[in-house]
């Protein structure tokens, strides 16, 4: 990381120490003001208290994105792409560094829910995997999807149009539009409107 890149996000932390904490509708006017000028775009969004973004320059959000509390936003080194209505639950993380994640209109991830851009190479055996990089791709997730409460969505994945993920499922390969899938590593259950309405899976 260059010095100008760590100033940068030196200069994120010191935005987030000044207005992370505040809570209630202050805060949440405040920090859009603050954060909004910092993305490379955003429309109108919610912030709650301790949200953890890094990497602003790389983050284009649409309108009416929500934030909650303590989740986290990293793309020193990568890029995010939110649609409109993304809400983002209580700790979920998107992590892009090395990679690029696009997230489409109207879809919720549930809470301490994971998305994970990039893998850490670990071919060679002489050097420790924390200092050999991340291996580069990407995850694309539609529109119209709804995420569980604990799910973990990996490098390389694609989610189309209208799937349900169900809580605590391992997301390792593309997802079907209108799927629902569950379990570890995630399957397809059943396809939307073939199951009778309110069934719970997530």
């Known amino acids: 990381m260059t010095l100008r890149e760590r100033a940068i996000l030196q200069g994120e932390e010191l935005w987030r120490m000044l207005a992370?904490?505040?809570?209630?509708?202050?805060?949440?006017?405040?920090?859009?003001?603050?954060?909004?000028?910092?993305?490379?775009?955003a429309g109108p969004f919610r912030s709650g208290t301790g949200v953890v973004i890094q990497g602003f320059r790389n983050i284009r959000m649409g309108r009416g994105?929500?934030?909650?509390?303590?989740?986290?936003?990293?793309?020193?080194r990568g890029k995010i792409i939110l649609g409109n209505n993304v809400f983002l639950g209580d700790f979920s993380s998107i992590n892009a560094n090395d990679a690029v994640i696009r997230i489409g209109d109207n879809v919720?991830?549930?809470?301490?829910?994971?998305?994970?851009?990039?893998?850490?190479?670990?071919?060679?055996?002489?050097?420790?995997?924390?200092?050999?990089g991340h291996v580069p791709s990407q995850v694309t997730i539609e529109d119209n999807v709804w995420i569980g409460a604990h799910v973990v969505i990996l490098p390389g994945t694609r989610i189309r149009s209208?799937?349900?993920?169900?809580?605590?499922?391992?997301?390792?390969?593309?997802?079907?539009?209108?799927?629902?899938?569950?379990?570890?590593p995630a399957r397809v259950l059943h396809m939307r409107g073939r199951t009778g309405a309110g069934e719970r899976i997530c």
């Open 65 to 76: 994105v929500g934030l909650n509390r303590h989740c986290s936003l990293y793309a020193a």
């Open 162 to 184: 209208g799937a349900v993920i169900a809580a605590g499922a391992v997301v390792s390969r593309d997802v079907p539009a209108d799927a629902v899938v569950g379990g570890v």
């Open 20 to 41: 992370g904490w505040i809570p209630g509708g202050p805060g949440t006017v405040l920090r859009r003001l603050l954060y909004r000028p910092l993305f490379a775009s």
């Open 108 to 132: 919720a991830v549930g809470p301490m829910s994971l998305i994970q851009g990039a893998d850490h190479a670990f071919d060679r055996p002489d050097i420790p995997i924390v200092e050999q």
